[in-house]
Every structure is written in structure tokens, then in C-alpha cells.
């Protein structure tokens, strides 16, 4: 998930800051980062590859037509779902701003993308177009500048991966025990990974195939783990081995990123050898079905602080939080 007003704002106000541009660091390095030990300042660079209404409001209620999600939005854009994506992509994230971020401080960038910027699944009504030739600009000049680290995240998935606008379509759950969706999303990693493999620079990146999978209809229960049940827990692990195996193939150096479906790491610890090269990306979200309140909502931060490293098995990462 990446809706939150807050988080959004939180790259917002980076990008925002006039600060003075930083010196370009040392050429970037060839050493393949070990999640366990690597430290990074780092930011979403949300409603930019993948739509979402509440990052962008004024983009959302100019094109949206009313629609919850990116799916509707080109449908109702239509012919001009293509130019307006396109131009989308040209201007809300740039190399200046990359400069600014690196005033910052900052080190890594989390990419969402969706799924159709790497697959053409038949019916999808996401737009196919230039996104990967953005993703290359901005990710090439991030990593030869700056010596960033770059995050490929797979921010949806075909069918729908948690029912949510972000997930594929509002409402959709079609990828779980879905064997179509699952080959499609398999093409779409083996195209991610081809990028990342070929960029002349795979010791920057970590690719992340899956975001927040949740298959509890139930919204209420949405960042708890009651919002993915064990079986679905059980189609997410057959993936994301699959996706180990893929990645190693090609290049077993490059990291493997699992959105745990607020299950946390130990839930899936056992599942995976202690040798996997493999780093499990924690959201610390505080909804109602968690019952957050002023009250105890500070209490709740400072206790996933000290749960979010699981059982210590594989290292972990906080990709999205908000308040």
C-alpha cells in the first residue's frame, strides 16, 4: 500500500526542500549488498509508475473520472490513457529530483511499478507503455551519481493480489490459486529481472515481486495478520520460492524483497533456507483493525519496532509506514 496521504507527503517534502545539490560520490560500486548488515535512508517514489488516488489529488480528480483506481482511470480516459500516463511519467519524478534527494541524505529508492510495465496480460485494462525507459533514466542516473540502491517492487499483480486499488483493481483477488495469473506474474519477474540484469549495474538493485498480499475480504482486518490466511500465506510462499529459483538462475547474488502480508518474518522463517538470499519487507500501518488510537498509538510504534525483526532468521526492512 502506498495510498497514505502522509507517506506520500513524507517524499513530498523531501523533493520540496531547497537544498544545495550534493557532490556526485565515488563511481558506483560493484559489491552486492548483504540485507543483513546494509543501512539506507530511503524514500517511495509513489504516484509515479503506479496511480493512486490520495498521493496526487489534483492529478486524480483532473483524469480519474471518478474512478478508485488506475484500472478505471484509463477506462474512462480511454484513447487518452496512454498520453496522460506517458506524461505522467516524464514529469512527477526526474533526475532533479533524484539531486534533491540525495541532498537529503537520501541512499535507496523503493520503485513501484505495475505489473503491465513488464507482462500485457489479455483483458488488463493497466497501460503497457514507456514506463521501463523512465525506470532506466532515473534508476541509471540515481545509481551512477549517487551510488543508490534501487528497489524494483512488483507493486500489483495480475487478478488482483489484495483487493485493494493498488493491488490491481478495487475488488479484485483473482491471483490467488490462480494458475494463468501466477504464469503471467512469472513473465513479469523474468522481464524484471532481464532489467536488472542487463542495466550494467545489478549490484544495485533488489527486486521486490510482490506487494501487501491479502486475501481476507474483510477490510477491517487489512494490516493485521488476520488479512492473510494460511492458505493464501501458502500460495505467496510456492511464489516467492519460484521467484527465488528465477532469480537465481540469472544471478544469485541479486536480493529477493517479500512484502510479508503484515505476517511478519517469522511467520515464514521455516519456509525458506537460512542461505536464501532473500530480505522481507515489514509495513507498519496504523488502521482501525488494529485499534490504533491517540491514545496507544505511539505504544504500537514503539512495539513493532521490536517486532518487526522477526525471529532474526532473515533480515527486514520497513518499505512503508505512516501515522
Known amino acids: 500500500m502506498f495510498s497514505s496521504p502522509i507517506a506520500a507527503l513524507a517524499l513530498s517534502f523531501v523533493v520540496g526542500q531547497s537544498l544545495a545539490l550534493p557532490a556526485a560520490v565515488a563511481p558506483p ?76 541524505n537520501i541512499t535507496l529508492l523503493r520503485i513501484p511499478t505495475t505489473y503491465a510495465a513488464w507482462v500485457k ?31 524494483i517492487d512488483i507493486h500489483s499483480l495480475p487478478g488482483g493480489v489484495n483487493g485493494m486499488p493498488f493491488g490491481e483493481k478495487e475488488g479484485n483477488f483473482g491471483w490467488f490459486n490462480n494458475a494463468t495469473a501466477l504464469t503471467y506474474s512469472y ?43 494460511d492458505t493464501g500465506a501458502a500460495w505467496v510462499t510456492s511464489y516467492i520460492k519460484g521467484v527465488i529459483s528465477r532469480v537465481a538462475a540469472v544471478n544469485s547474488k541479486i536480493p529477493v524483497m517479500f512484502q510479508d502480508g503484515f505476517k511478519g518474518e517469522s511467520y515464514f522463517s521455516s519456509s525458506f533456507p537460512a542461505t536464501a538470499n532473500l530480505v522481507f519487507d515489514i509495513h507498519n500501518y496504523y488502521f482501525a483493525g488494529r485499534g490504533a488510537t491517540s491514545a496507544n498509538e505511539a505504544a504500537l510504534i514503539c512495539s513493532d519496532a521490536k517486532t518487526s525483526a522477526g525471529d532474526g532468521k532473515f533480515p527486514t526492512f520497513v518499505g512503508e509506514w505512516s501515522i
Open 121 to 151: 496480460v489479455p483483458g488488463s485494462q493497466l497501460y503497457s507503455g514507456n514506463q521501463l525507459s523512465f525506470l532506466k533514466t532515473v534508476s541509471s542516473y540515481a545509481i551512477n551519481k549517487y551510488n543508490m540502491h534501487i528497489i
Open 29 to 104: 560500486s560493484t559489491n552486492y549488498i548483504n540485507w543483513k548488515t546494509f543501512k539506507a535512508n530511503g524514500v517511495n517514489l509513489g504516484g509515479w509508475l503506479v496511480q493512486e488516488s490520495t498521493i496526487d489529488t489534483a492529478f486524480w480528480n483532473q483524469y480519474s473520472g471518478g474512478a478508485p483506481d488506475e484500472w478505471g482511470l484509463c477506462v474512462n480516459l480511454g484513447s487518452q490513457c496512454g498520453p496522460v500516463l506517458e506524461k505522467r511519467y516524464a514529469s512527477w519524478i526526474t533526475t532533479s529530483d533524484i539531486d534533491k534527494l540525495a541532498a537529503a
Open 187 to 229: 513473465q513479469a519477474v523474468d522481464a524484471a529481472i532481464d532489467f536488472i540484469q542487463t542495466s550494467g549495474f545489478s549490484s544495485h538493485f533488489t527486486l521486490e515481486p510482490i506487494n501487501e498480499p491479502v486475501d481476507n475480504r474483510n477490510i477491517q482486518f487489512f494490516g493485521t495478520p488476520l488479512a492473510l490466511s
